[in-house]
Every structure is written in structure tokens, then in C-alpha cells.
């Protein structure tokens, strides 16, 4: 029988991946002791593994990190895929870039048909691919080991020939002054995504604004809406009303 610590560290465990027995010990507010004792029955249930003084769920130990990713603010992002994908109507094409929040709408758009996707996640061509009549088209080169996602000038030509309905990129950080990531592939790729869409969409969760990227993305003048979970502070929300953009709130 799981007592409830048992079934606070497995919930835990589902929402932040691998975790060390300290900082166990320190959210459930008991000793180091306890938590190895409480480990103990769940690792031997084989639940949980032990790993280098941590714990992780089995199977997911060693999960890449695009893996690990997807797990963070999932009900979220899954209310803003959900929301999304209702914009979407069979038939029409779509352009993604890769992150978490887009292979969450990917997941949302399985019960479509006739799609036109092009991407260069291998996770979103993998989910669109061979059903409901889809067609696939996966921009090529060498697939990133973090994200298993192609980047890199054969990639920008690539997507440079096509025109889709929707573009949807994520995003790294937002503030006032726009869409922003941390590395210029990214950045480059998801500007490129924005720029052959009739309507452009970044979809994030609200942990991303007040965050300051190092590459900018597009100003709020170089969308159409943003797509999120919460509003954001009124200094952004003034900037993408002032910038034309178009703010949605999911859920």
C-alpha cells in the first residue's frame, strides 16, 4: 500500500524528471533518512531507480533531455495546443518549428485530416506522419541530439520553398521588446517559420515571459498572436497590443 509521501514523491518524480535524495528530503520537509526509507519499497516494486543519489521514474532515467522537456508546465502546454489545434481546420497546411509546445500541438492536430506539415522536428514528423491522409515534409540535415531536430542552411532552404496557412514557432523568452531565443540555429529557423505563414503564431507558456533571450526571434509587429496560459505582465501586454499582436489565452 502507497502512503501519501509515497505518492508525493512519485508526483514529484513525474513533474521534474530525476531528483537527488537531498532535494527530496528538502521539498517533502523530512529527513535524508526517510526518503531513502521511503525510496526503498517503490524501487524494489520496480516504480522508481536509484541512480548516483537520485531517483528517477523507470524509464525515464537517462531520457533525453527534448524528453524531460515536454514533461515541464505539461498541463499547460497541452491547453495551448489544444487551443491551437481548434484553429486548424482539415485540409490545411502548417509549418512548425521544433520545441515542446509545438510537438504538443502536433499531438492535438492527430485527429485531423489532410494535413499539410512541414517541420523539422523529427518528434512532430513522427506524430503526423502515415495517418488521416497527412503529408509530411521534413526539412533535412544532421538531426540535434538535445531535440532530434534538423537546423543549419539545408534546413532553411528547405522550408524557404514552401508557403503554408499557419506557422507556429515557440519561444525561448518574451519580454517588451518581443519573441527571443538562446541559440542562434533557433532563432534563425523559427524567423525563417514566421516569414511564410498567411498567419503567424507563438505559442508559450507563461514561465517564458519576463525572460531576456540572447537572439531576437520577431518583434510583436512580426506576428499575429501569441498563444499562451496566463496574461502576461501589463508592460508585454501594452507592447503586443501596440505591435498589432493578437493575445489568446488558453484553457
Do not use: C, W
Not at 524501487?43 to 523507470?58: C, N, P, Y
Not at 532515467?61 to 497541452?78: H, I, L, S, Y
Not at 497546411?93 to 492527430?110: H, I, K, P, Q
Not at 523529427?122 to 488521416?132: E, M, Q
Amino acid at each position: 500500500m502507497l502512503s501519501k509521501r509515497h505518492s508525493d514523491i512519485l508526483k514529484i518524480l513525474e513533474t521534474e524528471g530525476t531528483v537527488t535524495i537531498s532535494a527530496l528530503a528538502r521539498q517533502l520537509g523530512v529527513s535524508l533518512e526517510t526518503v531513502r526509507r521511503d525510496v526503498k519499497p517503490l524501487s524494489e516494486t520496480g516504480a522508481v531507480m536509484r541512480v548516483h543519489g537520485a531517483v528517477g521514474l523507470a524509464g525515464q532515467v537517462g531520457e533525453a533531455p527534448f524528453q524531460k522537456r515536454m514533461r515541464e508546465n505539461a498541463a499547460a502546454k497541452q491547453a495551448i495546443a489544444k487551443a491551437v489545434a481548434a484553429s486548424i481546420r482539415d485540409g490545411e497546411s502548417v509549418m512548425f518549428d521544433t520545441g515542446t509546445t509545438t510537438s504538443y500541438v502536433a499531438r492535438e492536430l492527430m485527429g485531423h485530416r489532410r494535413l499539410t506539415v512541414v517541420t523539422n522536428s523529427s518528434d512532430i514528423a513522427r506524430t503526423l506522419a502515415t495517418v488521416n491522409g497527412n503529408r509530411v515534409y521534413m526539412a533535412g540535415g544532421e538531426l540535434r541530439s538535445d531535440s532530434g531536430a534538423a537546423f543549419g542552411k539545408s534546413a532553411l532552404d528547405f522550408i524557404a520553398r514552401f508557403t503554408v496557412h499557419h506557422a507556429v514557432i515557440s519561444a525561448g523568452a518574451v519580454d517588451a521588446s518581443g519573441v527571443m531565443d538562446y541559440a542562434l540555429e533557433e532563432s534563425e529557423f523559427a524567423r525563417l517559420v514566421l516569414s511564410r505563414g498567411e498567419r503567424r503564431v507563438v505559442v508559450t507558456d507563461h514561465t517564458k515571459f519576463g525572460r531576456r533571450g540572447l537572439i531576437n526571434v520577431a518583434g510583436f509587429n512580426g506576428i499575429g498572436e501569441i498563444v499562451t496560459d496566463r496574461p502576461p505582465a501589463p508592460d508585454i501586454a501594452a507592447a503586443l497590443d501596440a505591435g498589432g499582436a493578437i493575445l489568446t489565452l488558453a484553457g
